[in-house]
């Protein structure tokens, strides 16, 4: 099995077709498995109290904002070194997807910090590089809107894509140059370190993790195939035009 | 319901926050796949009316 | 490339070239910053060094879309692509082009603004080594942001859109050589990783401003 395969939109249309009804289920069992798990029945953190529980929205979603752009940056490439084409449209489809992300970091975050750090909102490094990355997601959002020719749009935004990846890690030490941090680092990955993931928290965040990325991959499959069939239909309309 | 204190509103609205973004990139997911499948189906059923009827003008046609 | 270089700044000068177009507005900001701000000369010093390259930020931004449009219109682009000199290099002469009418003015002007603005003494040479180090990488990154929506009717909002998060790291060092300076510390370190993002974005971005450029073109 290659990526070859599937760039027959046919035959992605059908794969696509055979993964969802078993993803997008699973997806949804994770989630609200990790999610029940968390709001219910998990103790408070002895210095967070209940806000401890916004983790479990918090952090997934952070993670999957920066991974989406991760993937978007891998489908670009993939599309402008070798013109695969459904690979610029899953870029496509993913963009919406990680801006949500994004925006759900931000505004549990907001409300995290508000009791914790007493402010909404703070200049702290991690903060900043997101709102940033907010931008990003916009631009390149923007832009494919704009552009109406499908395979430029796609390599423009897929060239957007490329060199935002750089400023944005350019941005990212900027950001951390320019102000110290408030926001703690990540504790997941500390186990038998100092101030380790309470294991308490562990399992119900490792559900949620996995149901955020399972359903980031539903809902990029669902979007490719809107985008080919889009694409089918304005070919279509454009033979429509040209006939009548 | 768990015991929340006085963080009862942060938790809420996060959750209640996150929950409606979340519903709302699946919704606007959905509704724009919808959208694309039933107008794809409809230009995909004009060109096939389109390609019979050129078939039987043609065949017609022939015929006279 | 002389030529082209005399071309467009030729074409710059003229009347309705926009020349000094972002001068003007680079002194509007250092205006109104002041009016809005209040005129307190302690509050106004202490944000005088982000005014002054945010007010540069915006000033480059402004004339960003007349390096490849009118070009674009009048099929100009079409025949430099297909000119002997590699398409690189007309978009790394066009952007150097752009900072020499747009950039320039602004680095030499930054000082007068700077009294408007009660920057402390020890500031203003940091000021403008700090925007002479930083627009030319402003044009440069401009430049590709132009090339990307150079085909588009009202490109210019979506050029703002595009281009502005790039310019976050250049701003971020550049007001920090500032504000270091002005307070009498070390600079190096933001000097110089200003000085890599200036020399890297000129390196590196005619390349993809001129990938750009062609698929544009196509």
């Excluded at chain 2, 209640?16 to 973004?21: D, P, S, V």
């Amino acid at each position: 099995m290659s990526i070859w395969e599937y760039a027959n939109p046919k035959k992605f249309i059908e794969t696509a077709g055979r993964i969802l009804p078993v993803l997008l289920p699973l997806a949804m069992g994770f989630l609200l498995i990790g999610l029940v798990w968390g709001f219910f029945f998990t103790p408070e953190d002895y210095k967070q109290g209940a806000t401890v529980k916004i983790m479990f929205l918090h952090v997934p979603a952070a993670m999957m904002a920066i991974n989406a752009w991760g993937m978007m940056l891998v489908a670009s490439l993939i599309w402008i070194i070798r013109r695969h084409h459904v690979s610029a449209l899953a870029a496509r489809a993913a963009a919406p997807v990680g801006l949500t992300f994004t925006l759900i970091a931000l505004v549990t975050g907001a409300l995290w910090g508000q009791p914790m750090w007493g402010t909404w909102w703070e200049w702290d490094p991690r903060l900043t590089s997101f709102l940033i990355l907010l931008l990003f997601y916009l631009g390149y959002i923007a832009l494919w809107q704009a552009v109406e020719n499908p395979d430029t749009a796609a390599d423009l935004t897929g060239l957007l894509c490329v060199v935002g990846s750089v400023f944005a890690l350019l941005s990212r030490y900027a950001v951390k140059f320019w102000n110290q941090g408030l926001h703690q680092d990540s504790t997941i990955l500390k186990v038998g370190e100092k101030d380790p993931l309470d294991p308490a928290y562990y399992w119900p965040l490792i559900f949620c993790l996995i149901g955020i990325v399972l359903l980031f991959l539903a809902l990029v499959l669902i979007g490719t195939v809107t985008e080919i069939r889009l694409r089918r239909l304005a070919v279509i309309e454009a033979r429509e035009r040209q006939e009548a | 319901m768990p015991e929340l204190g006085k963080y009862a509103f942060a938790v809420l609205a996060s959750y209640g926050a996150g929950l409606a973004l979340l519903g709302a990139v699946v919704a606007l997911v959905v509704w724009r796949f919808r959208r694309a499948k039933a107008a794809l189906i409809a230009a995909e059923a004009r060109l096939a009316a389109r390609a019979a009827q050129g078939h039987h003008g043609q065949a017609n046609g022939g015929r006279a | 490339m002389i030529a082209l270089l005399i071309r467009d700044l030729r074409l710059a000068l003229r009347a309705g070239g926009g020349f000094g177009l972002g001068l003007a507005f680079f002194l509007l900001v250092a205006v109104l910053v002041p009016l809005g701000v209040g005129p307190e000369g302690t509050t106004l010093a202490k944000i005088a060094p982000g005014v002054l390259w945010v007010g540069a930020l915006l000033a480059c931004l402004l004339s960003l879309d007349r390096i490849f449009a009118l070009d674009f219109e009048d099929g100009t682009l079409d025949l430099l692509a297909t000119a002997p000199i590699p398409l690189e290099g007309v978009v790394a002469i066009k952007a150097f082009a752009h900072w020499l009418v747009t950039g320039l003015p602004l680095v030499l002007a930054a000082p007068v603004l700077g009294v408007l603005l009660h920057l402390p003494q020890a500031g203003y040479g940091w000021l403008v080594l700090s925007l002479l180090l930083g627009t030319p990488g402003l044009s440069a990154i401009g430049a590709f942001g132009a090339a990307l929506t150079v085909g588009l009717k009202r490109g210019g909002l979506l050029l703002s859109l595009l281009v502005l998060p790039l310019y976050v790291p250049t701003l971020i060092f550049g007001a920090e050589v500032v504000k270091r300076g002005a307070a009498g510390m070390a600079v190096e370190v933001p000097l110089l990783l200003l000085a890599g993002i200036t020399l890297g974005a000129q390196a590196a971005l005619p390349f993809a401003s001129a990938l750009a450029l062609r698929i544009n073109l196509r």
